[in-house]
């Protein structure tokens, strides 16, 4: 169920509301158990606590979930949560939330983490798949696209009509793009490219494999790229704003916009707030 902005502002005006809020998210979810005797009914209780109704003792069912992992109220991770839905810069959420940049970043850094957790390997694509890869990072300076020294190198596949893949790989030899593809997409697919060699050796894996060369045209007929182009433009404008990401870091934050990518017109934030609800391992 999406929460309307008229039902969070309430909620944001009052920490018990908050916290009663999560509770039931919880409950709905996979439950809450007492970690003294196992009972799974409780009291709601003020100052982010229950009580547990078999044994009367008091815990945080918060304090193990990802909520628990930075000290600030409950309110405010949902005031934190509401910005990472609507893809502001942790910087600009810092004000707006009255916490420090390096918290506000360290929330959002979990956030996607637990994003990235959530990334399920559904089963593979298949039918008309596009494959291309992309740069990112690095100096400006220089060779630009394949060739160009100090770049990430993200390889996308998407499924027309359907959902889209990323992973950052080492190279954009037939060995690393391959491999990748047969990882992920069904034998028998369509798959189309741009004329790149790495991709001369789909056709021996089981793929019928269509080419497009850009020198030329940007379509012909049904052969064209222009979905995994459109889904490096939606990721290239989100990303631009962190001004530098950390190539340690990056795996995260490509793995966010694809999973914004497809959850168009979904519930962001309900389905964040019931990851973060999930037990830390």
């Not at 009663?20 to 005797?37: D, M, Q, S, V």
């Not at 509401?82 to 009255?98: I, T, Y």
């Not at 999973?259 to 973060?276: A, C, E, L, Q, T």
């Amino acid at each position: 169920m999406r929460l309307m902005m008229e039902e969070l502002i309430h909620l944001l005006s009052d920490e018990k509301e908050t916290v009663k809020f999560l509770y039931k998210r919880k409950k709905g979810i996979n439950g809450i158990e007492c970690p003294h005797c196992g009972g799974r009914k409780f009291y709601l209780m003020s100052r982010k606590r229950v009580r547990c109704k078999r044994c009367h003792r008091d815990h945080d069912f918060l304090k193990s979930t990802w909520f628990g992992r930075i000290r600030i109220s409950y309110a405010r991770w949902l005031i934190l949560i509401k910005l990472f839905e609507l893809d502001v810069s942790a910087r600009k959420a810092s004000a707006q939330a009255d916490l420090s940049y390096p918290t506000t970043l360290k929330a959002f850094n979990i956030i996607r983490y637990v994003i990235a957790l959530h990334i399920t390997k559904k089963s593979k694509l298949q039918g008309k798949i596009e494959a291309d890869e992309a740069y990112f990072g690095g100096k400006k300076k220089g060779k630009r696209g394949r060739g160009s020294k100090n770049k990430i190198i993200v390889f996308g596949i998407l499924e027309r009509n359907g959902t889209v893949s990323v992973d950052i790989v080492q190279d954009a030899s037939a060995e690393s793009l391959v491999k990748e593809t047969v990882k992920k997409v069904r034998r028998g697919s369509v798959v189309y490219t741009d004329k790149w060699r790495g991709y001369d050796s789909l056709m021996f894996c089981g793929y019928r494999h269509l080419r497009i060369d850009h020198d030329r045209e940007f379509t012909k007929g049904k052969v064209y790229i222009n979905g995994i182009e459109g889904f490096w433009s939606f990721a290239k404008e989100r990303l631009i704003k962190h001004h530098g990401i950390s190539p340690r870091k990056f795996l995260y934050y490509i793995k966010e916009q694809e999973w914004r990518y497809n959850h168009r017109g979904k519930d962001i934030f309900g389905s964040i707030v019931n990851y973060m609800l999930g037990a830390v391992n």
